[in-house]
């Protein structure tokens, strides 16, 4: 149900175990496009078309070219006031674990330490035929070949139909199964597994709250809804309570 913040600030600050699953809308207010919303299209494609293995199969350099011209945005965006809340709130918290569904490495920008990548990180980049990997904000070649064995590189990112890294995703299951709340903040929910963390800590007994804009399909089971924008609300629900003298 649609809750005050106030409702949801004593949760948070009762809570020992925190847990905060991202997506794209915690990120928005850096100027980062979303996948969903109007600005989510590069020369009139979604992400889905591009972030597959067949579409890198098919035309690498089209793939490339979307990776590169992201990296090339990216690198002017900072962390806005929903990541710096974030980070104050994992450092204010017993147990805290933030589950992120984005690739742009902004939480760890802001301080955050405990990020678990779902879907990598587009600052990373691998060769799919040996073991090597690099992360950096470097400008990269229209195609990067490995120094190693010169196949073409790829980014470091889960592309649709790819598997989670299993070690990723158990420690996700891992922390939303013991969560005491768990916060899901600038998620549309229509991209698995990560959605699924949601109901998950649900019938394991947390306390679920969405921040988003508007409602999603995860809305319905959520214990609380917030509706605005990430990086006003969330600096709230960290707000020190006044000190009365
Ligand atoms: C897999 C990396 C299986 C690349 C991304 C059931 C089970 C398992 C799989 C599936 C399943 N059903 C379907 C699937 C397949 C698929 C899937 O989920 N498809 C969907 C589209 C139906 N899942 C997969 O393929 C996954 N792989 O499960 O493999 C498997 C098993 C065995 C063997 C082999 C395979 C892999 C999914 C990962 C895909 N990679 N990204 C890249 O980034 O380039 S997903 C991509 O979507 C991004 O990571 C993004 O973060 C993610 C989710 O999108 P959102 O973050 O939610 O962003 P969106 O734009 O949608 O929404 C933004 C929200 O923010 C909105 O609600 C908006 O209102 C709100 N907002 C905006 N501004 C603000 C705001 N909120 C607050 N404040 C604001 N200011
Ligand atoms: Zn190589």
Request: charge should be negative; proline fraction near 7%.
């Amino acid at each position: 149900m649609i809750a005050s913040i106030e409702t949801v600030k004593a949760l948070v600050d009762g809570a020992e175990r925190i847990v905060v699953l991202t997506g794209a809308g915690v990120s928005a207010e850096s100027g980062v496009p979303t996948f969903r919303g109007a600005d989510g299209l590069w020369n009139g494609l979604r992400a889905e078309d591009l972030a597959h293995p067949e579409a890198f199969a098919r035309d690498p350099q089209k793939v490339w070219d979307f990776y590169n011209w992201r990296r090339d945005m990216l690198r002017q965006c900072r962390p806005n006031p929903a990541h710096e809340a974030l980070a104050a709130m994992e450092a204010a918290t017993p147990s805290f674990n933030l589950i992120t569904q984005n690739v742009d490495g902004l939480h760890q920008q802001a301080g955050s330490e405990s990020v678990l990548e779902l879907h990598g990180n587009i600052w990373r980049v691998r060769c799919p035929q040996c073991t090597f990997k690099t992360e950096d904000h470097d400008v990269l070649p229209p195609l990067p070949k490995c120094p190693g064995c010169n196949a073409l590189l790829r980014p470091d990112v889960v592309w649709f139909g790819e598997q989670l890294e299993p070690g990723t995703l158990h420690s996700s299951v891992e922390a939303a199964a013991n969560a005491d709340i768990l916060l899901v903040i600038g998620t549309s929910g229509l991209v698995q597994p990560a959605a699924s963390l949601a109901d998950l800590a649900n019938r394991h007994g947390a306390v679920t709250v969405e921040v988003n804009l508007e409602p999603t399909p995860n809305t319905g089971f959520m214990d609380f809804a917030l509706h605005g924008k990430a990086g006003e609300i969330l600096p709230r629900l960290m707000l020190q309570p006044l000190l009365i003298g």
